[in-house]
Nanobody, 123 residues
Framework: VQLVESGGGLVQAGGSLRLSCVAS????????IGWFRQAPGQEREGLSC????????RYADSVKGRFTISRDRARSTVYLEINALKPEDTAVYYC?????????????????WGQGTQVTVSS
C-alpha cells in the first residue's frame, strides 16, 4: 500500500489549494480515504473522508464549507480542495486509507498513511 500526497506549498491567506493523494497497492474501490493534518505541537486533526466505492463523504465541523473532498477512480486519486485559506491552516496534510466500511475522520481507524505534504499560509 502506498499513498503519495502532493499539492502543498506556500500560499497567501485567502487563496486556495488542491491537494492530491495517489493510491496504489490495493483495490481503490474497496476502501475509505481520509485527509488529516498536523500542525507543530498539535495533535493530528481529522478533516474529511470519502468512500471510494460510492463517493460518500464526511467532514469535520471545523472545515465544512471551505474544504471539499473528491476522488477520481480512474486515477486512484483523492483530492482535497481548500478555499479561503487561513494562517491556522498551516500544517502537514496527510492522506490515509481505512479498509473497514464506513467513513469516519478518526485517525485510529486508518491503517496506512502517506508521507504528508506541507501547507504554509502566510498572512
Amino acid at each position: 500500500v502506498q499513498l503519495v500526497e502532493s499539492g502543498g506549498g506556500l500560499v497567501q491567506a485567502g487563496g486556495s489549494l488542491r491537494l492530491s493523494c495517489v493510491a496504489s497497492g490495493f483495490t481503490f474501490d474497496n476502501f475509505v480515504i481520509g485527509w488529516f493534518r498536523q500542525a507543530p505541537g498539535q495533535e493530528r486533526e481529522g478533516l474529511s473522508c470519502i468512500a471510494s466505492s460510492d463517493g460518500s463523504t464526511r467532514y469535520a465541523d471545523s472545515v465544512k464549507g471551505r474544504f471539499t473532498i473528491s476522488r477520481d477512480r480512474a486515477r486512484s486519486t483523492v483530492y482535497l480542495e481548500i478555499n479561503a485559506l487561513k494562517p491556522e491552516d498551516t500544517a502537514v496534510y496527510y492522506c490515509a486509507v481505512d479498509g473497514t466500511p464506513g467513513c469516519a475522520v478518526v485517525a485510529e481507524e486508518y491503517d496506512y498513511w502517506g508521507q504528508g505534504t506541507q501547507v504554509t499560509v502566510s498572512s
